[in-house]
């Protein structure tokens, strides 16, 4: 079931339960379904890539950690990292205790960081922001705990190839094939069953809607990744050549590069 509602961050809103009493009920779906190796694409891709992007961070920040599974696989990088991850939703932070491995914990709101400014040199927000209606605060919020020099490493779902109404197409009356693009340019909420009772709020936003934000701050783009879906996700595709050049993912890392005249405080 899929439900959708138009509007940008000031005008978008979702009906209880809250992320974090939502994360709450899908807490151990999420672990047993996409940690510690259960999901092909966080193990091959998405933890790899984050690694990479955040080589030689050492005070690193994972907003919406989840259980934590990103924040532990970096805190298994030699040089003396210091890990910590937040999470809206209590059961995630308890999972992500219980597990163990290095980083610290925090139940905290991507768009109210618990922590003062330049606390970090390395931010990692790993397909979260998606499911925050307050996008624009919770950018904000990174600009200001970002130490300058600092990366920030946003991974989400491909928005414009992975939008609502995007997908592929088997047109067997016209014999086509093709990747239909949805209404990119809409931002709104959409409800999805991402499997068996298990519904999640997806709020799409194009592309300028997360690099001016964080431009306004002086957090600047610098390196675009749309990495191929991997072998798994292709396997029993009708035309695999096709599904095999749409991304999937879209990660962004973006550096603190303040301007003389930039103030933090506003």
């Known amino acids: 079931m899929t439900t959708t509602a138009g509007g940008s961050d000031a005008g978008a809103s979702v009906s209880e339960p809250t992320a974090g009493e939502v994360w709450d009920a899908h807490a151990d779906w999420w672990k047993s379904t996409f940690t510690d190796g259960a999901d092909p694409e966080y193990e091959a891709e998405i933890v790899p890539l984050v690694i990479d992007e955040l080589a030689g961070c050492g005070r690193i920040l994972d907003v919406g950690c989840g259980e934590g599974?990103?924040?532990?696989a970096l805190a298994r990088v030699p040089g003396g990292r210091h890990l910590v991850g937040i999470d809206p939703s209590w059961r995630q932070v308890a999972n992500g205790a219980?597990?163990?491995?290095?980083?610290?914990?925090?139940?905290?709101q991507g768009e109210r960081l618990p922590f003062?400014?330049?606390?970090?040199?390395?931010?990692?927000?790993?397909?979260?922001?998606?499911?925050?209606e307050g996008g624009d605060a919770l950018l904000a919020e990174v600009a200001r705990v970002l130490a300058p020099g600092g990366?920030?490493?946003?991974?989400?779902?491909?928005?414009?190839?992975?939008?609502p109404d995007s997908g592929f197409v088997d047109d067997q009356?016209?014999?086509?094939?093709?990747w239909r693009v949805g209404p990119y340019l809409r931002e709104g909420v959409t409800v999805e069953q991402v499997d068996n009772g298990i519904e999640i709020p997806f709020f799409h936003r194009p592309l300028s809607r997360y690099l001016n934000p964080l431009a306004e701050h002086?957090?600047?783009?610098v390196k675009m990744v749309e990495p191929p879906p991997i072998p798994a996700f292709l396997v029993?595709?009708?035309d695999a050549e096709l599904e095999g050049a749409i991304p999937r993912l879209l990660a962004m890392r973006f550096e603190y590069?303040?301007?003389v005249a930039t103030d933090k405080e506003g």
């Open 173 to 178: 009356i016209l014999g086509e094939r093709y």
């Open 116 to 132: 003062p400014d330049d606390a970090f040199d390395g931010i990692c927000c790993c397909l979260a922001i998606e499911h925050s």
């Open 69 to 72: 599974q990103i924040a532990r």
């Open 218 to 221: 002086d957090v600047l783009l």
């Open 257 to 259: 590069r303040p301007s």
């Open 151 to 163: 990366r920030f490493l946003l991974l989400v779902n491909h928005p414009m190839y992975q939008g």
């Open 236 to 238: 029993g595709s009708i």
């Open 98 to 108: 219980a597990a163990g491995g290095g980083p610290r914990y925090l139940q905290a």
